[in-house]
């Protein structure tokens, strides 16, 4: 009885709301997220009476940096994962620095970008983001004739819930270059 009064209490202030019409939803902020569509039919989830609730903390983007020039570790020569010892940003908590791995809190739409510099070495590097060990897309850096050059790429995927995405080193390696190296990402929005 209490839930449908609520449902009803929201219907009499979706109408109450100025500028609001029929396909525009009422968002209500707290400890969660309430929105009302005023169409259910037309949600292909199914939903119960067309609304969704869904936690208030959606708040997904980290950004990672090499802190240091060391070279990489055993862990990185192995596995050629890029390696990030220092997140300047890490809001909902998905980068581990550790692993140098981002685990998505939840399904979604997600943007990365990413920056690896190598020195000058007289090699291409390729630099690919792994989405649960699949090359999403790469990046090269091959001039011969500087001495600093980014292999650097930037893409929206949708990843579900626990999904990984990494920086492998596909060619070549980076010795010197790394403290110029980022790699970022952030939820658009979720699923």
Known sequence: MLVMEMLLGLAWLSGMASGQNETEPILLEGKCLVVCDSNPTADPTGTALGIS????????????????????????????????????????????????????PRKGIYSFNFHVVKVYNRQTIQVSLMLNNWSVISAFAGDQDVTREAASNGVLVEMEKGDMAYLKLDKGNLMGGWKFSTFSGFLVFPL
């Open 53 to 104: 609730v869904r936690s208030g903390s959606a708040k997904v983007a980290f950004s990672a940096v090499r802190n240091t020039n060391h070279e990489p570790s055993e862990m990185s020569n192995r596995s050629m994962v890029i390696y990030f010892d220092r997140a300047l940003v890490n809001v909902g908590g998905g980068f581990d620095v550790d692993r140098s791995t981002f685990t998505s």
